[in-house]
């Protein structure tokens, strides 16, 4: 896919929100769930919605996977009113909030390897999950250098956001009121990275802020996030700060998160099997309690329908009953 300009900040005259979707793999039937609640949301409530292709997770970029991205929402029936925009094409908009960070020493460099902050955690509980590769052990705070105004003078080394000990509250659209202490669950965490890169938690924050973005729908793996982004925001001096919907993940019938061990559950293979999108929105549809039993459904019916207040609290699992709905002729 060819690079796009990043927009201009754009004046919050209106709600919006975004759909991001990260061209590191082909998105399935959970991101469906979550891109068709947030498209709906959007439709039913007037929010402007801005396409990003988060595409910073260079290692892990598959080819051709933004416009796979991109064609898959567009067979879903979603539309958006600006964009697709990437967020590799300017680098100044992160890199200007990193020397805001370092000369309000909110941000420090840490040349630690993930194995040396494990060693030094003080508990087993502050270690990484074994089972997921991808979370952080909590960074002990006897690690933290003194803190002071410095130069963002070193992109390639891992700069860490000085957490503070304190609750950050809020309430979310859907999970209700949220208490989360950063310091005390992940520690001082990564926003740039060895790569010469911003991590997620400052594109996003970087990102939602100069698009005008003021509603943020995602799955509630991130809910954590939520802390972490607030603290960013206001670290930076950014207003205003977004309201939260986060939902309950899809997950397989072992109860673990809807992937790859579960089958092969792409849109793209869908599609190419001969699944309408009015049948995976149909199935959708069941999951978020629009209707009791899966019915072929077009986008526009499901946003017409969709209700948050009445849509299921708990996971979603996707059972094999489901499967066989989605492949019966």
């Known amino acids: ?26 998105l399935h039937l959970g991101n469906a769930r979550t891109f068709l609640v947030n498209w709906a949301l959007a439709r ?12 910073l997770d260079t290692p892990r970029t598959k080819p051709g996977a933004a416009q796979d991205a991109i064609d898959t929402l567009r067979w879903l029936g979603l539309d958006w009113d600006d964009g697709p925009f990437d967020q590799t094409t300017d680098p100044t908009p992160y890199t200007d909030a990193m020397r805001t960070l370092a000369a309000d020493a909110h941000a420090y460099p840490c040349a630690l390897t993930r194995a040396q902050i494990e060693d030094a955690a003080s508990a087993p509980h502050e270690r990484a999950d074994a089972d997921d590769p991808a979370r ?25 956001f000085a957490a503070p000990d304190e609750e950050i509250t809020f309430d979310d659209d ?8 950063v310091a005390q669950s992940v520690g001082d965490f990564v926003v740039w ?6 991590a997620y938690q400052l594109a996003v924050v970087v990102d939602d802020h100069r698009q005008g ?25 950014l207003r205003p700060e977004p309201s939260y919907t986060h939902l309950p993940l899809v997950l397989g019938p072992d109860g673990r998160r809807l992937a790859k061990r579960h089958g092969d559950t792409r849109l793209s293979h869908y599609r190419d099997v001969g699944v309408g999108a009015e049948r995976v929105i149909g199935l959708v549809a069941a999951w978020c309690g629009v209707c009791a039993t899966p019915e072929p459904m077009h986008a526009d019916d499901f946003a017409a329908a969709f209700d948050l207040d009445t ?18 002729r």
Request: net charge positive; glycine share 4%.
């Open 174 to 181: 859907f999970a209700g009121p949220q208490r989360r202490n």
């Open 193 to 198: 990275t060895k790569r010469g890169q911003p």
């Open 311 to 328: 849509m299921p609290k708990g996971p979603i699992t996707m059972r094999p009953e489901d499967e066989a709905w989605l492949l019966q």
């Open 44 to 55: 039913r409530r007037g929010w402007a919605i801005t396409l990003r292709i988060e595409d």
């Open 1 to 26: 896919m060819p690079p796009h300009a990043p927009p201009e900040p754009v004046p919050v005259a209106a709600e919006r929100t975004r759909l991001a979707p990260s061209p590191t793999g082909a």
């Open 136 to 160: 952080e052990a909590r960074f002990p705070p006897e690690l933290r250098p003194a803190l002071a105004p410095r130069a963002f003078d070193d992109p390639v080394t891992n700069w860490r």
């Open 213 to 237: 973005v003021t509603r943020v729908v995602r799955a509630d793996d991130l809910l954590d996030s939520a802390a972490r982004q607030l603290l960013l925001y206001r670290a930076l001096g």
